[in-house]
Structures are given as C-alpha cells and as structure tokens.
C-alpha cells in the first residue's frame, strides 16, 4: 500500500484525489548493532534509499502529483539537487504527463540525471547554482500555469509526514532524537508536523529532539546566514538558501533540538564505515547525521543509552563516481584456479 491509501485519513486527500502509488513508503527501520555499541546509543536508521525511486522524496511526491492531477495540471517543474528530479520524473511518466527539472550544471550524482532522463523528463542543466534554479522554476511554473512540485508545494511536506508516523508505529514512540540531513529543510519541517500530529491524537506522548546536520560548505541553518556560494561533495544538499528555513528553525527551537555541522571528510567517513561495516549503502548527504553524532560523540555531547533513529535519505547507488573516488579497484586475475586461490587468504 502506498503513503495516499495508507495515511488517507491523516492528509489532504479526497475522493476526488487520484490513488496514485509507484509502492513508496513502509520502508525498512533497521537497528544497528555495531554502530550502536560505538557510540553507546540505540541507534536506529529509516532507508528511505528503498523507495521507488531510490529517496524519501517519492513519500511527497505522490501527493504533490496526485494533487496536481486533481487540479487538473498540464505539467510538472521542479528545480533540483537531483533527488526531486529523479522522483518527479518518476511520477510523472506513471501519470503520463510532461516533466521539466531544472538542474544545477555539472552538479548533479551520475545515477539522479540517469533516472530523470530514462523516466523521460526533459532535463534542463542551469549554469548557476540550485538556489537560482530554484527561483527560476517558480517563477516558469508561475508564467505557464504549471505545477511546481518542489517543497514550497504544500503537498509534498504533507506526505513527507508519512516518514514520521511510520518510526511511531514501529518503535511504539518517538525516538529521544531524530537526527536527518538539512538541504532545502523541507525534510526537518515535514517530521516534525508528522511527530506533533501524532502526537495530537494521542498516538505517542512525547515528541523527539529535531537534530538536523548540515556540509560545513552549505551549512546556513549552522551560521544563521544565507550561504552564497554553497559547495559540499554531498550534492543532494549543496544548498545556500532553504526554502524551508524557517519551519525548520522553528522545529528545532520547540523541540530543544540543534543543528550542526560536518565536513566533506566527515560525511565520507561515515558513509564508508555505514557500508562496509554496517552492510548499509547510503549516500554522502544521507551520511551527514552519523557523521555528527560520531562528532559529538567525540565533543562528549551524545547522551549515552538515548534511542536515536536516523534518516537514510538516498541510496548510495545513486552518486556511484563519490564511492568509487574512495575505494580501491577489484583484485584482477587470470582465467586461473591458482591466482583466485592466491587472493583468497580468508
Ligand atoms: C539524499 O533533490 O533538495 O532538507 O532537489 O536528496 O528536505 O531538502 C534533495 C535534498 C537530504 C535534504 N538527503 O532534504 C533535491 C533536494 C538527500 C536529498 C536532502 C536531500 P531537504
């Protein structure tokens, strides 16, 4: 069951709303052991790499376009780190109706612009950066009659919440800390609405520390400033100016939560040792939370025994050139029993 039929009472749909799904939602909420012992926590991560499109993205997404086909909209236009556009284009193919993603030039995982153009989308690489190409599709959305399908459309916060009441039902509470990557800080704000409703109605009687993490080369929820020139190896969140800024702001402050910040070095650390330690292939953006609680673990500001639950963004086939920049090659050999039994010291 997808995140419309499954969370129908708790979103802004109607009879009238068409029960699109590709099957995104219910995704997997793993413990990890390991991981878990290092840092003296209960650690637990959502793969939101499972969903159809490979991101948690598609959770929004199949309200933003069954929305939009509700109002009976001619296209779809999203600007995007590479995610959106991935998820959008997705969608649109299964709805049969036409898709613009404007991309930042050049700045985009090998695997996202490989999804946006097989799904059929009309691609359009911007030379400026996601924030710029952001403004301009709102304003193109605006001029045409199109739907925008970026987080500024209600629509996709709404079914982002899904995440939220997924981690309830399965823990039987919110965790201590919910610890997630900020980009456009759509993500952060879409929680914790998710986390409040459910608690309104009684599902769970306490609410998480909103713990958001940002590259230390786009990290303007850290410094408090806009982030003019915004550069981080994890692209997905190569954002200046957030959308989202102050709902997640806000988050964070009613939540007695933090954002931090961690360096490329950090976030690649962490998605290396998620993989080859935990079986768990993530991508760089994804891997900024457990870069930071690796930190702060350090700092000594990581509460030991607190049950902890982290967000997978995006899955790690996605930016394939980033992993292969930080491994080796396969071992090569001959066509020889001999050499294979050579490599095989185990
Ligand atoms: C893997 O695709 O903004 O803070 O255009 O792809 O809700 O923006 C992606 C964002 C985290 C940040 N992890 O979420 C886009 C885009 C991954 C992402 C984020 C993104 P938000």
Known sequence: MGVIDRYAELLPVSEKTPRITLGEGSTPLVHLKNISETLEIELWAKLEGCNPSG???DRGMVMAVAKALEDGAKALVCASTGNTSASAAAYAAAAGVPCYVLLPAGKVALGKLAQALMYGATVIAV????DRALEMACEAAEEKGFAIVNSVNPYRLWGQRSGAF???ETLGSAPDWHAIPVGNAGNISAYWAGYKQYKELGKIDKLPRMMGFQA??????VTG?????????ATAIR?????SANLAKEAVAQSGGAFNSVTDEEILAAQLMLSSKNGIFAEPASCAPLAGLLKLKKEGKLPKGIRVVMILTGNGLKDPDTAMSQVG???EIGDSLEELLEVMKA
Do not use: D, M
């Open 127 to 130: 030379n400026g950066n996601f």
């Open 166 to 168: 997924e981690i309830c």
């Open 329 to 331: 090659r396969p071992v």
């Open 216 to 221: 230390a080369g786009a990290a303007p929820l």
């Open 239 to 243: 954002i200046g100016n957030p959308v």
């Open 225 to 233: 400033e806009p982030c003019p020139n915004p550069e981080t190896v």
């Open 55 to 57: 991101s948690f993205k």
